[in-house]
């Protein structure tokens, strides 16, 4: 058994995480990582009752109860660097005994559903819809940090996505799937597609603000992408590391996007609020009685 040092698990004066600011036993089994630390509120509000409120920077959890089933949720800020942080921590809460600073011997697998938002790909997927993404195509690089490996089904679907998008060599995209065991629970209502993640929201997007794009093709070859069923149905900023980082810790991951920006028809939401209510309510249902 290895003994993890304080300078690589940093544990507070309260027993908590240090980023997250969370302590084992106030972590539930069930976790939902929103990107707004606004939007915790907006989803713990529909719990049947609140027993834990904490906020250390961006991370705001709030754990509790909807029937019988404990949720955390918790927000991640943006991006896939914090998704590094709130991944690790949310696996160390359960799988590191804390007080000898040791790895479990009986490992938990936590289930890990986003509710973000996101900017569509497909004339076909419009704003204010909702995606269940099968995979995360990361271009952000975050999983090269840790040894990975890919089933047959994902490194062909990348090895296409590298012929077509001519990304590699520029970029170095990695690929890690949804957890089909939720995957299969969130059909209707749901689109199904690649979620690619970005490692920002303007030129990483193809957004034209002031500077002008190194690769601007990049976002019609993202929407031409056909691999069998395959397609990019939306962009964001941190499906895939939560979708890598969870499975090589052996958790379930599902993310699930409201469209609020259509990057091929150019259309924006006109209540964003809403939509996001409205995916909150629809995701929490399924969880609630899964
Ligand atoms: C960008 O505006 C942010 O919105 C999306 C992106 O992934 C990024 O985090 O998700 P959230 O609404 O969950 O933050
Ligand atoms: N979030 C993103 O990252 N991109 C969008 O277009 C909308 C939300």
């Known amino acids: 058994m290895s003994f993890i040092a304080e300078s690589e698990l940093i544990i507070n004066s309260r027993g908590a995480i240090y980023h997250l600011d969370v302590t084992p036993e106030e972590l539930a089994p069930v976790v939902i990582t929103v990107g707004d630390p606004d939007r915790v509120a907006q989803v ?3 719990f049947d009752r609140v027993e834990v409120k904490r906020q250390h920077r961006e991370f705001i959890t709030h754990t509790g ?3 019988n089933k404990r949720i955390s949720v918790v927000s991640t800020g943006i991006g896939p660097d914090n998704i590094d942080i709130v991944v690790n921590e949310l696996d160390a809460l359960a799988n590191i005994d804390f007080s000898t600073r040791t790895i479990k011997p009986e490992l938990t697998s936590l289930q890990i559903f986003r509710i973000g938002t996101s900017g569509s790909l497909q004339a076909s997927i419009p704003v204010d819809s909702f995606v269940a ?3 995360g195509i990361g271009i ?7 040894r990975h490996e890919n089933n047959d089904e994902e490194k062909l679907i990348l090895r296409e996505f590298n012929a077509h998008t001519q990304l590699e060599g520029r970029l170095s995209p990695y690929i890690a799937s949804a957890a089909t065991s939720l995957l299969k629970q969130f059909v209707t209502g749901y ?5 690619v993640t970005c490692p920002g929201f303007y030129g990483p997007q ?3 603000l002031r500077l002008g794009l190194a690769n601007p093709e990049l976002i019609n070859r993202l929407t031409e992408f056909e691999y069998g069923n395959h397609r990019i149905s939306n962009f964001e ?3 895939s590391a939560i979708y890598g980082l969870g499975k090589l810790l052996g958790h379930q991951c599902l993310s699930l996007n409201v469209i609020v920006a259509n990057r091929v028809t150019k259309q924006f939401t006109k209540d964003g609020a809403a939509a996001v209510e409205s995916i909150i309510t629809k995701t929490l249902g399924i969880i609630a009685h899964s």
């Open 140 to 146: 952000d690089n975050l999983l090269h940090y840790y």
């Open 44 to 46: 713990s509000k529909h």
């Open 237 to 239: 900023m941190e499906t």
């Open 206 to 208: 193809g957004r034209i």
């Open 133 to 135: 993404g099968t995979h």
């Open 65 to 67: 109860y909807v029937g």
């Open 191 to 195: 689109h199904n597609g690649i979620t």
